[in-house]
């Protein structure tokens, strides 16, 4: 469960949106959002800055007093989460922008960025004082513990658990809730012939539990994914319902199932792929779980690798090509999305200047957007269908550099794969190992005392 904490922002707000908006820390704007404002550190400012003016009657650059604090612009709020939740850039940026909208309305003008330069993932918030329609946010003890509550039931929402307060330790479960689990044996062969459906056509771990959840299931990933069918109390992790059904192993049954029907002649002369062929057929002998070592040997017949050497020599090429494409797809992304976020606000403006009579709050969104959308050129309903076509064809072009990004990753990791299990089998009794990691895994846990 993630930890915030609030600044109250007094006198450097144009800082602070530079600071949290910074290219090296949110993966080039990857991870950005906003309401009511641009993700464009110069824009947002401006934006808040008229807000704040017209309804606080006080200049947004005024410094703070010789004596006292002065008022407060903004406010930043820094959402941590713990390393120990392994989750993901895009679950944390999934999470900060659920708990934005929760935590402040669709009025205010808040400044979202997903921070990765740390040892953790955590996320920063930037509100203006005031919202667009003039209420003023009021940061104290009150409305931090509530912002907490929503942080955590946004947390909730990605699968990220709570913690028990009073001894900061995760949730444990009553004897009884274990008992439950423990004779859910039904429920845990109605999860595996459901998984094993689904295996045949899936194309990865992912799209298989987005199925399941899709067939009523509810999945929280994390370093130990657990799954709950419809009606059952208890969710289970995979790794219990046998080895076959670890992550890793999902991965490799599915690994092996795409690439096994492809796989051309290999070369004869592949000291690495007698490696493979070595250990795997001492691992059947012995009855271990060897999809991960088939779905290799598949890889290492289908591109006719010879060496461990050459494999290490595509994985360095591999990585250049990756990152090149990685800055590609975040460059064309934080377009898109600057694109997109000005069309929105074009939409509202030309409907505003259409309308007979405006409120004073609808004046005041139609002044803010102008001065946004004249910066970027765009004063007619013309200027507007144009930039639509912009996004469209922006978005065309985004696709492809995206398949070639994704084409570099799967594959870097089946030769990392490759290589890290190469290096175990020279260290010893490789298949040993393996199956008394699937003994521990296969012995059931011991009953909690009462």
């Not at 005024?62 to 604090?69: A, D, L, N, T, W």
């Not at 439950?180 to 689904?198: C, F, M, P, V, Y």
């Not at 010879?306 to 090429?317: A, D, F, L, T, Y």
């Amino acid at each position: 469960m993630p930890f915030v904490k609030c600044i109250s922002v007094r006198s450097t707000v144009k800082r602070s949106l530079s600071y949290i908006l910074d290219l090296e820390k949110t993966d080039d704007l990857l991870y950005t959002a906003s309401l009511n404002c641009l993700t464009d550190p110069e824009c947002a400012y401006m934006n808040m800055k008229m807000v704040y003016e017209q309804f606080s009657g006080r200049n947004f650059n005024e410094p703070p007093p010789k004596q006292g604090k002065g008022r407060v612009k903004a406010i930043h709020y820094i959402q941590s989460f713990d390393p120990k939740d392994n989750i993901s850039p895009e679950t944390a940026f999934k999470i900060g922008k659920l708990f934005i909208t929760k935590a402040f309305g669709k009025n205010a003008q808040v400044v979202l960025a997903t921070h990765l330069d740390k040892g953790h993932l955590h996320n920063h918030i930037i509100v203006n004082s005031y919202g667009i329609d003039g209420k003023k946010f009021y940061a104290n003890k009150e409305t931090l513990n509530k912002i907490k509550e929503i942080s955590d039931r946004a947390s909730l929402t990605y699968g990220v658990q709570p913690y028990d307060k009073a001894n900061g330790k995760r949730k444990t479960i009553a004897y009884n809730e274990w008992q439950n689990e423990q004779r859910g044996t039904s429920w845990k062969q109605k999860i595996r012939d459901e998984i094993n459906g689904l295996m045949t056509w899936v194309k990865n771990i992912d799209e298989l539990l987005a199925e399941l959840e899709m067939l009523g299931y509810t999945v929280k990933r994390g370093k130990n994914i657990s799954v709950k069918a419809p009606n059952q109390k208890r969710s289970v992790r995979l790794q219990t319902l046998g080895s076959d059904y670890t992550a890793e192993s999902l991965s490799s049954r599915i690994l092996w199932r795409d690439v096994g029907s492809g796989t051309i002649n290999p070369c004869t002369n592949s000291p690495l792929r007698n490696s493979y062929n070595s250990i795997i057929g001492e691992g059947e002998n012995k009855g271990a779980n060897i999809y991960k070592l088939s779905a290799l040997l598949t890889i290492i017949n289908r591109d006719n690798l010879r060496s461990i050497g050459e494999v290490e020599g595509k994985i360095k090429q591999l990585k250049y090509e990756l990152e090149k494409s990685r800055k590609a797809v975040n460059e064309m992304e934080t377009k898109c999305n600057l694109l997109r976020s000005l069309a929105a606000q074009a939409e509202v403006y030309f409907a505003l200047m259409d309308k007979p009579s405006l409120t004073a709050e609808e004046q005041l969104r139609a002044e803010m957007y102008r001065e946004t959308l004249g910066k970027q050129n765009i004063e007619s309903t013309s200027d507007y269908e144009y930039l639509k076509g912009v996004i469209i064809e922006t978005e065309q072009k985004t696709v492809p550099i995206r398949e070639q990004y994704n084409r570099c990753a799967a594959l870097l990791q089946e030769y990392s794969d490759i290589s890290e299990t190469y290096n175990e089998i020279s260290q010893g009794d490789y298949i040993s190992k393996l199956i008394e990691q699937q003994r521990k895994q296969d012995v059931p846990k011991k009953r909690p005392r009462r």
